[in-house]
């Protein structure tokens, strides 16, 4: 027998075992699994509102902007909606989920290192902020404002040449990264928008935003004193700029080891922000949400290793993808508390050899049908998921006050299917080929169309604006879980 799992379940933390179960909420896990199948996310909403309040009280006055990359799943956005949160999104899909979540527009910002016409035509209708990362996204922010008759606000993305987050992919503010303007260009281009070059644009603030999992508050700090030094420019030359945005970036111990609270970084960040007359925004996706989620699967199959045992569960890479893409590691647990046994290779059924969610972690004997759950798998989980080697995506579930819901269902093959119904279509295409085609499956080709096309409408949402009044937009209901 192997001595006692490095996988501790603190106190108070919203998975935990009673009676010999592992629990979430007030739920037992087993059978939630039972009544949802598996593979399946679930997540604990009381949980989430916890790390919102904290994150929210360490920051205040500052805005909370939930990063929503992290995790958009309907029913915890309308938790974090009610709590009256603020939502950062990177994409037109992104900003609609929000907006069907009942968020309000005037607490959205929209970021991102590309975004199209279409999306800038939306943030420009709908009037939330535009997170602007280039000169050219400028101008193509002006021609969509301009087009519609309408102003639109930015903010301008710096990078501040700072290094840090713990895996090359996780960084995000050195000056060789893709994203945000140097702060020369930033500077030159709000003298411009001063000048009057960009009519219907109004600058309303900067935002930066350096990596993920950030493991000293002084980082963030950095960053900051970068995006103010733009800000102070940018009123010098006559813009009324009261907002900086520092992003996220909060860290989480995913292996149990200290990480600075949001209290730390906080506290680093106000005596830059003190007198400087502007708003602070911050970021965080994953510290308000990893946490609270898990992904539960059963097991497939177990067969010995040269040490120890492969143990094949139902879900994998291709649910969770952070063990792969970063080799992140994430706590495994058997759903059933039974001391380990086994070093233990956790893997998936796809056909990869970076399929292998946890790799020599001591876990019980474990049989087709058991139990496990990768904890900590709220924060770029089923937000990451994809249907690669035609694998349907789980379902997920979310857990409040005592109570389960099934909140997005299970893919089915058939939904695998679903965008190239029909029979395939003959593509026009012009240009110097003259009356070229190419085939197209399924049953709409128009792609990329939606907005231009009908700058009142989307396709899916029934006609009329997806903000005119979003308190009223097409909020689904959860089913209850029986
Ligand atoms: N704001 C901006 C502009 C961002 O790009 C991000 C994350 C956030 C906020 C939220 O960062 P957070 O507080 O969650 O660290 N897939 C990776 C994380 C990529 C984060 C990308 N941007 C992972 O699984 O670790």
Known sequence: MLAASPFRLEDGEPFHYRDGVLYVGDLPVDRLAGAAGTPVYLYD?????????????????????????????????????????????????????????????????????????????????????????????????????AGLGARARF???????????????????????????????????????????????????????????LADPDELAAGARVALGVLQAGRQAGLALDRIDVGGGLPVAYDGGPVPSPEAFAAALAPLLAGSGAQLQIEPGRAVVARAGALVASVLAAKPRPAGQ?????????????????????????????????????VGPICESADVLAAGVPLPDLAPGDLVAVLDAGAYG?????????????????????????????????????????????????????????????????MGLMWSLTPTTLPGLGGGSPCADPHDHLRGASGRLG
């Not at 590691?329 to 086994?342: G, N, W």
């Not at 080697?389 to 299917?417: F, K």
Request: hydrophobic residues 45%; aromatic residues 4%; contains cysteine.
């Open 310 to 346: 492969t143990v094949v569960v139902d879900t994998g890479m291709h649910h969770l993808l952070r063990p792969a893409l970063y080799r992140a590691r994430h706590r495994v647990v058997s759903v059933q508390l039974r001391p380990p046994t086994d070093l233990t290779w956790l």
């Open 382 to 446: 089923m937000a990451m998921a994809s249907n690669y080697n035609g694998q349907p995506r789980p379902a997920e579930v979310v857990v409040t006050g005592g109570e389960a819901l099934l909140s997005r269902r299970r893919e089915t093959w058939e939904d695998l299917l679903a965008w190239e119904s029909g029979p395939a279509r003959r593509l026009p295409v012009g240009g110097p080929g003259g009356g070229a085609s190419i085939a197209v499956h399924g049953s709409s080709g128009a």
């Open 155 to 213: 903010g301008l993305r710096v990078n501040p040449d700072v290094e840090a987050g713990p895996h090359p992919y996780l960084r995000t503010g050195h000056d060789e990264a893709k994203f945000g303007l140097p702060r020369r260009t930033a500077v030159e281009l709000l003298r411009r928008v001063a000048a009057g070059d960009y009519p219907n644009l109004d600058p309303v603030g900067v935002h930066v935003h350096i990596g993920s999992q």
């Open 45 to 145: 909403l009381d949980a989430v509102e916890a790390a919102f309040r904290r994150v929210q009280a360490a920051f205040a006055p500052g805005q909370l902007l939930y990063s929503v990359k992290a995790n958009g799943n309907l029913a915890l956005l309308r938790r974090l909606v009610a709590l009256g949160a603020g939502f950062d999104v990177v994409s037109g899909g992104e900003l609609l989920r929000v907006l069907r979540a009942g968020g309000h527009p005037d607490r959205i910002v929209f970021a991102g290192v590309g975004k199209t016409l279409e999306e800038l035509r939306l943030a420009a209708h709908c009037g939330v902020v535009v997170h602007v990362e280039s000169a050219d996204e400028l101008a193509t922010l002006q021609a969509a404002a």
